[in-house]
């Protein structure tokens, strides 16, 4: 089952989105950085402890701000099982190219939907890791193998830390 996690928007204007979604929507900013070296920011916004982010906004580029202000959605799966499930389908599914990439707290597949809405699944794994972040994984890997990778790759980030660590964090930030 999917479970609903979070919307990624292109935006045109991120003082005015940011002023907007914090002020007036009191949302906190979790985390903000370049993409990858030298790509657009990402900032992650959030209300909730136990999500990183239920909101995050990239500033796009000209053609992709006036076309799709949508840059994916995002659903969660319990279990790496059904991860594996999922990317089974999107692969016996030949007309989709998917990406999977982890986030150090997460291991996602991309993938887009027929008429090309960006689309991700992600199974949580029980680590955070401050954003962005991505790295490919291998599909084949076990889910102990999977998370042996994730804990080897990530581990060496200052920001790395038990997911339910960071989550209590959140809460006693939120409560004040
Ligand atoms: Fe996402």
């Given at each position: 089952m999917l479970t609903w996690s979070h919307v990624v928007l292109n935006v045109r204007n991120l003082d005015l989105m940011l002023d907007f979604y914090q002020n007036i929507l009191g949302f906190d900013i979790t985390d903000r950085g370049p993409i990858a070296e030298g790509g657009p920011e990402i900032v992650f916004l959030s209300q909730q402890p136990s999500e990183h982010h239920q909101l995050a906004m990239v500033v796009a580029k000209a053609e992709e701000a006036t076309t799709k202000s949508v840059n994916h959605l995002a659903f969660r799966v319990p279990t790496f099982q059904a991860l594996k499930t999922q990317i089974q389908r999107l692969q016996d599914h030949r007309d989709t190219h998917f990406l999977p990439l982890s986030h150090g707290n997460t291991l996602?597949?991309?993938?887009?939907?027929?008429?090309?809405?960006?689309?991700?699944?992600?199974?949580?794994?029980?680590?955070?890791?401050?954003?962005?972040?991505?790295?490919?994984?291998?599909?084949?890997?076990?889910?102990?193998?999977?998370?042996?990778?994730?804990?080897?790759?990530?581990?060496?980030?200052?920001?790395?830390?038990?997911?339910?660590?960071?989550?209590?964090?959140?809460?006693?930030?939120?409560?004040?």
């Amino acid at each position: 089952m999917l479970t609903w996690s979070h919307v990624v928007l292109n935006v045109r204007n991120l003082d005015l989105m940011l002023d907007f979604y914090q002020n007036i929507l009191g949302f906190d900013i979790t985390d903000r950085g370049p993409i990858a070296e030298g790509g657009p920011e990402i900032v992650f916004l959030s209300q909730q402890p136990s999500e990183h982010h239920q909101l995050a906004m990239v500033v796009a580029k000209a053609e992709e701000a006036t076309t799709k202000s949508v840059n994916h959605l995002a659903f969660r799966v319990p279990t790496f099982q059904a991860l594996k499930t999922q990317i089974q389908r999107l692969q016996d599914h030949r007309d989709t190219h998917f990406l999977p990439l982890s986030h150090g707290n997460t291991l996602s597949v991309y993938f887009g939907d027929p008429e090309g809405n960006g689309f991700e699944v992600f199974w949580d794994t029980p680590w955070h890791v401050a954003q962005p972040q991505g790295k490919p994984w291998d599909i084949s890997l076990s889910e102990t193998a999977a998370l042996n990778w994730i804990e080897s790759t990530f581990s060496g980030e200052p920001s790395f830390e038990a997911a339910e660590d960071y989550h209590a964090r959140r809460r006693s930030l939120r409560e004040g």
